[in-house]
């Protein structure tokens, strides 16, 4: 097992605006770069769905949150300012 830092930097992003369970439009669909190295899909969250302000290679950090009582997902949200 590896154990995470939870950082990243934003790698890419899709803003969508059609209904998914569990998601209500608009909602951001990103990939983080992890600080280990690896990428994963995600949801960028606590930020308004506004390309000016998702701006790539911006500082990440992970939150989770629960969709349901059974489900919570690992989700991220910006950090300080872009390198």
Do not use: W
């Not at 939870?6 to 992003?13: E, P």
């Not at 439009?25 to 960028?44: C, F, H, Q, R, S």
């Not at 506004?50 to 790539?56: E, F």
């Not at 290679?57 to 949150?65: A, G, L, M």
């Amino acid at each position: 097992m590896i154990r995470a830092s939870g950082r990243g930097l934003l790698h890419s992003y899709v803003i969508s605006h059609l209904p998914a369970p569990g998601f209500e439009p608009p909602y951001t669909i990103a990939v983080v770069k992890l600080d280990e190295g690896p990428k994963m899909m995600t949801n960028i969250v606590g930020t308004p769905c506004d390309p000016a302000l998702l701006q790539l290679d911006h500082p990440v950090e992970v939150t989770f949150e629960a969709l349901s009582e059974k489900i919570t997902l690992p989700m991220f949200k910006l950090t300080g300012s872009s390198q």
